[in-house]
C-alpha cells in the first residue's frame, strides 16, 4: 500500500507504539488517584506536558489534555459563547460549527485562523497579524485591518483586547511552532496528526485568559478538562512529540519532503492534462507535505476510489467530509469553482514517504483521469 493520506491521520509510530505498551503494564492506574501507581500514572501525565510546553514555548500548567482537536476547537468556541468570534471560511468544520453555534454580539472578540490548512496546506501569516495587532492596539476603540490573506480578502481586524486561537493541528511537527512569537492566547493540537494515537490532543491556553471547561465533572486539570486522564494515549502523544523532536522533523519536512511534494506536483504538471495545482508550492507559501491538484473533468471522488484500487490511498477534501457530496467549503472559498472543488485530490505525505511512493502515484495516476476524462459529460 502506498499512504498518502497523512494529514488524515498518521500511523502510529513504533515509538509510540512501544511506549504505549509499556504505559498499559505500567501506568493503568487512575492518574488522580492518590496511591502510587496513580502518582507514577500522573508523573508519566506530567512529563507530556512539559514536552509539549516546551516545544511550543509554553509553560506546562498551560497545556490541557484534551481527547483531540475537535474538543479543543469546540471547548475555546464555547468559551466565547455570546461573543464575537470571528473566523476564515477555510476553517476546519470543528471552528465553523461551533463558531456558528456559540458566537454572539458582545465584546472582546475571538479571533480564530489556523496557521496551516488541512486541505491545501495553506499557511496563513498569522505573525504578521499578531504583530500588527500587538503594535497598533493602543487605540483603543479602531478596527484595524491587518492583513490581506492569500486570496486577497481582509483577514483579521483586531481590537484591543481581543484574543488569538489558532487551530494548530496540521502545523505541528511540520513548521517551527512558537505560541509566543505567533502571539496567541489559545491554540489547539492533536496527537494522531504526528504518529500518536487518535483520541488524545491538547490545548495551549495562556494564563489568565478566560476559560470555560466543556467537560465537568472530575477536578482533572485543575478543573478545566473533567474525565479520567488517558494515560495510555498520552504517553503515545509524548513519544510521538520526542520521535519528530529526535528527528527534526520541521527540517525533514522542508527538505525531504518538500522534495516528494514538489516532484509529485511537477511530474502530475507535466503529464496529466487539465490538471492544475491548489496548493502554492512557494517557500513559506504552504505546507510542505500537502498537494491539492484538481484534474478538470475528473470527480475526485471516482479519482480516489480507482487509487485506492491499485493501492494508492489519497482523500478528496477532508476525512471529515467524506460521504458528504458538497464540494470541499476551502476550495469553494480558495476558487469559488465548484468544478475544481468537485475534482480535487489531496495527497499528504509524512516523515517516511519515499520517491517510490511518488512513482507509484504515477504509474496508475495518469491512466485513471484519462479514462475518467473521456467517459466525462463536461468538457
Ligand atoms: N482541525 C484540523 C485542522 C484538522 O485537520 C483536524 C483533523 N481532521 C481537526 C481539527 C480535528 O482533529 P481531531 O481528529 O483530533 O478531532
Not at 506546562?60 to 455570546?82: C, D
Not at 496548493?279 to 475526485?300: C, W
Not at 485506492?308 to 476550495?331: F, N
Amino acid at each position: 500500500m502506498v499512504y498518502l493520506d497523512y494529514a488524515a491521520t498518521t500511523p502510529i509510530l513504533p515509538e509510540v507504539r512501544e511506549a504505549m505498551r509499556l504505559a498499559e503494564e505500567r501506568f493503568f492506574a487512575n492518574a488522580s488517584a492518590l496511591h502510587t501507581p496513580g502518582h507514577l500514572a500522573m508523573n508519566e501525565v506530567e512529563r507530556c506536558r512539559e514536552t509539549l510546553a516546551e516545544m511550543i514555548g509554553a509553560e506546562p500548567s498551560e497545556i490541557i489534555f484534551t481527547s483531540g482537536s475537535t474538543e479543543g476547537n469546540n471547548t475555546i468556541m464555547r468559551t466565547f459563547e455570546g461573543y464575537m468570534i470571528e473566523t476564515s471560511p477555510l476553517e476546519h468544520h470543528s471552528i465553523l460549527m461551533a463558531a456558528a453555534e456559540y458566537g454572539g454580539t458582545k465584546t472582546p472578540k475571538l479571533y480564530s485562523y489556523m496557521l496551516a490548512n488541512n486541505e491545501t496546506g495553506d499557511i496563513i501569516d498569522l505573525h504578521k497579524i499578531t504583530e500588527v495587532a500587538q503594535q497598533q492596539s493602543a487605540d483603543e476603540n479602531s478596527e484595524i485591518f491587518l492583513a490581506k490573506d492569500d486570496f486577497g480578502r481582509d483577514l483579521v481586524a483586531v481590537r484591543k483586547g481581543g484574543y488569538i486561537h489558532s487551530d494548530l493541528t496540521q502545523a505541528l511537527g511540520k513548521i517551527p511552532i512558537n505560541v509566543n512569537k505567533l502571539g496567541l492566547d489559545y491554540a489547539t493540537f492533536s496527537a494522531h496528526k504526528i504518529g500518536g494515537p487518535v483520541g488524545v490532543g491538547a490545548l495551549y491556553v495562556r494564563k489568565g485568559v478566560p476559560f470555560r471547561a466543556l467537560l465537568l465533572g472530575g477536578n482533572q486539570e485543575q478543573k478545566r478538562r473533567g474525565g479520567t486522564y488517558n494515560t495510555v494515549g498520552i504517553c503515545g502523544f509524548r513519544a510521538a512529540l520526542e520521535t519528530i523532536k529526535k528527528q527534526n522533523s520541521t527540517k525533514i519536512y522542508n527538505t525531504k519532503v518538500r522534495k516528494l511534494r514538489d516532484t509529485l506536483a511537477q511530474q502530475i504538471l507535466a503529464r496529466i492534462p487539465g490538471s492544475s495545482l491548489n496548493t502554492d508550492l512557494g517557500k513559506g507559501k504552504a505546507l510542505p507535505n500537502i498537494l491539492n491538484v484538481s484534474f478538470r473533468a475528473a470527480e475526485g471522488e471516482s479519482i480516489q476510489l480507482y487509487l485506492d484500487a491499485e493501492g494508492v490511498i489519497v482523500s478528496t477534501g477532508s476525512a471529515c467530509a467524506a460521504g458528504d457530496t458538497k464540494p470541499s467549503h476551502v476550495l469553494m472559498a480558495k476558487t469559488g469553482d465548484a468544478e475544481v472543488a468537485h475534482s480535487s485530490i489531496r495527497f499528504s505525505f509524512g516523515l517516511d514517504s519515499t520517491m517510490d511512493d511518488v512513482k507509484a502515484v504515477m504509474k496508475v495516476l495518469p491512466g485513471i483521469v484519462e479514462r475518467l476524462q473521456k467517459i466525462s459529460t463536461i468538457s
